[in-house]
């Protein structure tokens, strides 16, 4: 639970946008059937810029963050 409580913070949003970041620089890195590593990237990238954290439900609390 609490890290869904970091993850609706401004760091946890900066975070997420990061690790996305970190994901498609690396899928693009190595290429080839890494390309899928790039895709997956976005997921956290977008969730990041957009203030949203996917697991919040999950764990019944809100999916936008503070």
Do not use: D, E, H
């Not at 609490?2 to 609706?8: A, G, I, P």
């Not at 949003?13 to 890494?34: T, Y």
Request: with cysteine.
């Amino acid at each position: 639970m609490s890290l869904v409580k970091f993850m609706s913070t401004s760091a946890g949003r900066l975070a997420r946008a990061l690790v996305g970041l970190v994901l498609i620089a690396v899928g693009l890195a190595l290429g080839g059937g890494w390309l899928t590593l790039s895709v997956i990237g976005l997921i956290p990238l977008f969730a990041g810029a957009l203030n949203v954290c996917l697991l919040a439900p999950l764990m019944g609390q809100p999916l936008k963050g503070r």
